[in-house]
């Protein structure tokens, strides 16, 4: 089942790939609501701690990747040293995230959540989950393999190879 008002249905120039400017404008509208509804449940839930998107991106991807370098985490999140250092001191001095020196380059800080922060950062993707398996299911195995098509065609060239690494530490 489609939103309403939602076109379901391809015309032919879409099935052709020739996509007016018009058709082109509809996708990115249809990117932004979606988006915007991908992360209204997180966003009310670190409303209540007082954090924002920066904190559930830095929270995801630490809990995604145990043992996360300072310097890999700037590389996936694209930000600025100064601004993922406000994000992590918040999130350190709430209890949520550990910084342990490297084992093998005592320069490095490793990232970890605390058990504090695995619980916050299940809750932040349980509802994401569900809307995307909800979604997904809706939509059928052909539209979800073309959907990720689409996406990773989307995605910077000089991250791909960040992507590719995250995708393939996925558990299977």
């Not at 939103?3 to 790939?17: F, W, Y």
């Not at 093998?104 to 950062?121: C, P, S, V, Y």
């Amino acid at each position: 089942m489609h939103a309403p008002g939602i076109n379901s249905k391809a015309t032919r120039s879409e099935q052709l790939l020739f996509l007016t400017d018009d058709q082109l404008r509809q996708g990115i509208e249809l990117m932004f609501f979606a988006y915007r509804g991908f992360t209204a449940d997180p966003d009310m839930i670190l409303e209540t701690m007082e954090y924002g998107r920066a904190h559930h991106r830095a929270i995801h991807f630490i809990g995604r990747k145990r043992g996360l370098t300072v310097n890999e985490l700037l590389g996936i999140l694209g930000v600025t040293k100064q601004s993922l250092n406000r994000v992590l001191r918040q999130l350190i001095d709430d209890g949520l995230v550990e910084n342990r020196v490297g084992l093998r380059d005592r320069r490095q800080r490793n990232l970890f959540l605390t058990e504090a922060g695995e619980n916050l950062e299940r809750k932040l993707s349980d509802a994401q989950r569900q809307r995307m398996r909800a979604a997904y299911a809706k939509a059928g195995p052909e539209a979800v393999a073309g959907f990720r098509t689409v996406l990773e065609q989307m995605i910077d060239p000089d991250i791909a190879r960040i992507v590719q690494s995250l995708l393939m530490d996925a558990a299977p």
